[in-house]
């Protein structure tokens, strides 16, 4: 039985659209822009200000303490008058479950919420934020649980020590019947208001002027919702773009020659290796000791902690080379209403010039030097087709673009780690982009690859130096010289018509038993 499943591209299309009644006609009868969000921006555009962007953060208490936890803290003591928060997806974990907000989010994040000193009292359908908090969808916001698998981890909560692994992986009775709790959480849900009130609602709360329609007014400590999935906002100057990576990361079909067939034995032989890898480990954590699980066993030099998350990655790893080799991936529905959505946005934006930068946030990261993602599937197909909007948006640009970078900023999460990125000369238009990966905010960490900070492609039958990173934090060390860094990180975008930017990861690093706290 799978852990866990995904949906497929069209049912998360298609069930969002069903939540936001997507093509209702009061949308286009009231001159609506279903994507425009309006922040109350006070700022003069060429003022300076500051915002925080967290992570992959969605878990609860994990061996009685909560890094997610300590991570928000040290945002609110060193970040307080960030004027709003992003999110770059995997909100909660580990199914976007309805019943894990409580836990894994209202309660790490009570200080930002209307009525946080009594958490316990906020639904998870219900929350209002005092402070701009704007997420987008992970790829475990829309996973689901099978439902023999859940009534099981239920029925043996009494038990777990005897399915240590599979249970101390936070799951419920269900999962987020395909992104619907995500959607109640955050969205403008509006599915559940009758026709009969639709209008009013829309005339309440749509009712900002953009250059596209009217936008939806976000009014901290009042109505704190989402217009759709994927979004644009305008602060300071900066056009931001939030863009859910989720319906356009499936892999690329293999090729239909004997390059294609090739990679296809490669494949099969990763997915066998990390099968039978899988079982070694879950086989060692079967043979821990009951009464000390956080300590190896004699002869292994691994504890429970680490050997969880060795599992979780590898069972990651398999996931995505069962989609790559499923022929069915070939064929699947890719978002294409969202990436030209995207085209026209930058093209309008980089028009417009009253702007003075750009800057986009999504869950799956196109340059990672995070062990597992850099040869992912999803890795290289959202490469591929944001590469395709850039080439085209900076063919239309072209004597407005001139030399400098499409886009100033790029932000995302999946990663589980803080890390900076500059491309090289890609030969596309993303070269010269500063590409920053924020998904350690509170699951479990993940190492640098061992290849080093230098990603290569082959272009032309060649391998060539596509991007380089600057900077990782995340998991390092063995044995007592074992560090976990978990991360937000705090952009303090500087005063002037040019826009200039300073990144600050702002770390909570746990070592020999203790936390220490430092802007990295």
């Known amino acids: 039985m799978k852990l866990v499943s ?46 925080c962007v967290l992570g992959d953060s969605g878990s609860g208490v994990r061996r009685r303490d909560s890094p997610q936890r300590r991570v928000a803290k040290l945002m609110l003591q060193t970040a307080p008058w960030a004027q709003f928060i992003l999110h770059t997806g995997d909100v909660v974990y580990l199914v976007g479950s309805s019943e894990q907000y409580p836990e894994n989010f209202i309660k790490p994040y ?44 239920q029925l043996l909560r009494p038990v777990r020590q005897a399915f240590r692994y599979y249970i101390d992986l936070d799951v419920g009775w269900h999962g987020s019947y395909q992104g619907d709790a995500y959607a109640k959480a955050f969205l403008d849900y509006l599915k559940d208001i009758p026709d009969s009130e639709l209008q009013q609602h829309l005339e309440r709360h749509y009712t ?6 009217k936008g939806l007014n976000y009014q901290p400590g009042k109505f704190t919702r989402l217009p759709n999935r994927y979004y644009r906002f305008r602060y300071g100057g900066i056009d931001f773009f939030a863009l859910d990576s989720n319906t356009f990361n499936a892999p690329l079909p ?10 296809r034995q490669q494949l099969l032989a990763d997915l066998e290796r990390l099968q039978a890898e899988r079982e070694e480990h879950l086989q060692i954590i079967h043979n821990l000791d009951p009464n000390n699980p956080t300590q190896p066993i004699p002869g292994e030099q ?30 699947e529905q890719i978002d294409y209403e969202q990436l030209e959505w995207l085209e ?34 999803q890795t290289l197909a959202v490469r591929h087709y944001l590469r395709g909007v850039f080439d085209r948006v900076a063919l239309a640009l072209k004597p407005l673009v001139d030399n400098r970078p499409l886009v100033d900023l790029v932000l995302s999460g999946h990663a589980h780690c803080f890390e900076y990125i500059e491309t090289l000369d890609t030969g596309h238009a993303d070269r010269g982009i500063k590409w920053v990966v ?28 596509v991007a380089v990173s600057h900077q990782f934090i995340g998991k390092t060390g063995r044995g007592t010289q074992k560090r976990h860094a978990y991360s937000f990180l705090q952009v303090e975008v500087l005063p002037g018509r040019d826009l200039k930017f300073n990144l600050k990861p702002q770390v909570a690093e746990y070592h020999q038993h203790q936390w220490q706290y430092y802007t990295s």
């Open 208 to 213: 900002a002027q953009t250059s596209t329609g």
């Open 6 to 51: 995904d949906p497929t591209i069209a049912r998360k299309m298609a069930k969002m659209q069903e939540r936001m009644r997507w093509h209702h006609p009061l949308f286009q009868k009231l001159g609506i822009d279903r994507t425009q969000l309006v922040l109350d921006d006070r700022i003069e555009p060429e003022q300076g200000f500051t915002f």
């Open 302 to 331: 691994e504890s429970l902690d680490e050997l969880l998350g060795k599992v979780e990655q590898i069972e990651e790893l398999i996931r995505d080379l069962e989609k790559q080799l499923d022929p069915n991936t070939a064929g």
């Open 344 to 377: 026209r946005g930058l093209i309008e934006s980089w028009q417009d010039k009253t702007v003075r930068g750009r800057m986009i946030y999504f869950h799956h990261p196109p340059y990672v030097t995070e062990a597992t993602k850099w040869h992912q599937g």
């Open 110 to 153: 009570r200080e930002l919420l209307v009525g946080g000193d009594f958490a316990k009292q906020i639904r998870y359908d219900s929350m209002i934020f005092n402070r701009p908090f704007l997420p987008v969808l992970g790829n475990h916001d829309y996973y689901d649980l099978p439902i023999g698998y859940g009534v099981l981890s």
């Open 438 to 465: 924020c998904g350690g905010s509170g699951f479990s960490l993940r190492r640098q690859r061992q290849e080093g900070n230098v990603l290569q492609e082959r272009i032309d039958g060649k391998l060539q130096d």
């Open 254 to 263: 293999l090729e239909a020659n004997e390059r294609g067939e090739l990679r």
